[in-house]
C-alpha cells in the first residue's frame, strides 16, 4: 500500500486508514482480529479509533474499540509499525462533551491505558467546544505531546475558522498545531441544511483551507455505508438531489467498465485528489476489506477525472490567496 504525507509534519502515513469503530463490540473479536490482519497483510499501517467506540450500541457501555486495537498490538507484537490515531471531546458514560484541559488530559490518559501504549500517534479533538478557550485547548495538547504522550495533532467535525484560529493560537506561541482534519466527505456532496447529529460535513472553506495549509484530509463515511457499491444502500437522506444522481450514474457506469466495485472506485478519487486525502476505510467483513483495498490499485485517464470532477466539487477552484 501507498503512502501519503501527514499534513506538514515530514512523515507519511498508509493511504488508507482502517477504521475500528465497532471493533470489539458490533464485530466481534475474532472477525475484528481477522480484518486487522489482512489489513495489515495488504501494507496497511494506519488505524483509526477513538474513546467513545462504540458506547453508543446496546450491551457496550464502555469503551471496547480501543481495548481491543491495544490487545491486536500486543499479540501482533506490531506497535511500531502502525500508527495510531485516537479522539476525545464526545460524550459517554460519565464523561460529558467537553474540551477542558482537565478532561483532555484525563481521556489522554484512558486512552493510553486502553491501547496499551506510552504514546499516541495522531490525536483529534473529536468535536469543537464553544465554551472552553481555544488557547486552553491548544497549551493542553502541546503540553501532551512535550510529554510524550502524542506525538501529532489532528481536528474532527470542527468548524474551517476554527481550525484556522487554533492553527494562528499555534503558530504565534510556537505549539504544534492541527495537522490532520477528519471530516465527512464522499463524492456526492450533501444539502446544505442536512443534519448529521454531530458530524460535521465538509464545506468549500474546510476543503480550501487544508488545501492552502496543507493539513492532510481523512474523510470518514467515505463511501456512505456503501451506497456506491451495494443495492441495498439507496442514496441516503441529505444527500438526494439532482448533481448528486449524477454522480451516482458516472460511478456505476466507471466501476462497470474497469470492472471494480463502486465504493472502491470512490476512494479511489479521493487518492487521486491532488490534496493528501487518506479515506478511513469502515469495514465488517473481510469480503468489504477486499473491496475498499481495490482502491489503491484503479487509476483514472485525464478524461475520467475531469469527467468525475465536472458536475460538482468543493474547494475553491482556482482561487488561491496565497499569493506568489
Not at 31 to 51: H, I, K, P, Q, V
Not at 88 to 97: E, K, M, Q, T
Not at 275 to 285: L, R
Not at 300 to 312: G, M, Q, S, W
Request: aromatic fraction near 8%; charged fraction near 30%; include cysteine.
Amino acid at each position: 500500500m501507498k503512502t501519503k504525507p501527514l499534513g506538514a509534519t515530514g512523515e507519511s502515513v498508509s493511504e488508507l486508514s482502517l477504521g475500528a469503530m465497532y471493533f470489539g463490540s458490533r464485530i466481534d473479536r475474532e472477525t475484528s482480529f481477522a480484518l486487522l490482519d489482512r489489513y495489515y497483510e495488504a501494507g496497511g499501517r494506519f488505524l483509526d479509533t477513538a474513546n467513545i467506540y462504540a458506547t453508543w450500541v446496546e450491551g457496550y457501555d464502555e469503551p471496547e474499540s480501543e481495548p481491543l486495537v491495544g490487545e491486536w498490538l500486543d499479540e501482533r507484537g506490531l506497535r511500531e509499525e502502525m500508527t495510531i490515531a485516537t479522539k476525545l471531546g464526545f460524550s459517554y458514560g460519565d464523561v460529558p462533551r467537553s474540551l477542558d484541559p482537565d478532561l483532555i488530559e484525563q481521556e489522554i490518559a484512558r486512552s493510553r491505558e486502553r491501547l496499551g501504549i506510552e504514546t499516541i500517534d495522531l490525536l483529534y479533538v473529536h468535536v469543537d467546544d464553544p465554551d472552553t478557550p481555544q488557547v486552553d485547548v491548544m497549551e493542553t495538547l502541546a503540553g501532551a505531546v512535550d510529554a510524550g504522550h502524542v506525538r501529532h495533532l489532528g481536528a474532527s467535525n470542527v468548524p474551517a475558522w476554527r481550525i484556522a484560529r487554533a492553527n494562528r493560537i499555534a503558530a504565534e506561541r510556537g505549539w504544534p498545531r492541527f495537522e490532520a482534519v477528519q471530516t465527512r466527505f464522499s463524492y456526492m456532496i450533501p444539502d446544505r441544511d442536512a443534519d448529521f447529529d454531530g458530524q460535521l460535513p465538509a464545506g468549500d472553506e474546510l476543503i480550501d483551507y487544508c488545501d492552502q495549509e496543507e493539513l492532510t484530509v481523512l474523510p470518514y463515511s467515505p463511501t456512505l455505508q456503501g451506497s456506491y457499491g451495494r443495492d441495498d444502500r439507496p442514496i441516503p437522506d441529505g444527500y438526494v438531489r439532482s448533481e448528486n444522481r449524477l454522480k451516482m450514474e458516472l460511478v456505476e457506469n466507471l466501476a462497470e467498465r474497469k470492472g471494480v466495485d463502486g465504493n472502491a472506485l470512490v476512494q479511489a478519487w479521493m487518492l487521486d485528489r491532488e490534496q493528501p486525502t487518506i479515506p478511513v476505510v469502515g469495514v465488517s467483513t473481510i469480503d468489504q476489506l477486499e473491496a475498499n483495498l481495490q482502491a489503491s490499485e484503479i487509476t483514472f485517464t485525464d478524461a475520467e477525472r475531469d469527467r468525475l470532477n465536472a458536475i460538482e466539487s468543493l474547494g475553491f477552484d482556482e482561487w488561491d490567496l496565497r499569493g506568489e
